[in-house]
């Protein structure tokens, strides 16, 4: 089995620095990939929150700033 390790310093830079705010970010965004919307990733895998991960990780989307 394949598995994505993803450095939590690279996903927290999307997110002000916050555990909190980077798991909400990729839970909402695993829940879109889901519902249909495209990757903003090329090689997109089959698992859905690996997508969203390095999506985050690839600076592809972010927490929406104050």
Known sequence: MNQL????????????GS????????????MALADGEKPLIEKASEKILDNALREIRDGKIKVKGK
């Open 5 to 16: 390790n993803i450095p939590l310093e690279k996903l927290l830079n999307a997110s002000e």
């Open 19 to 30: 555990i909190y705010k980077v798991t909400l970010l990729a839970a909402k965004r695993a």
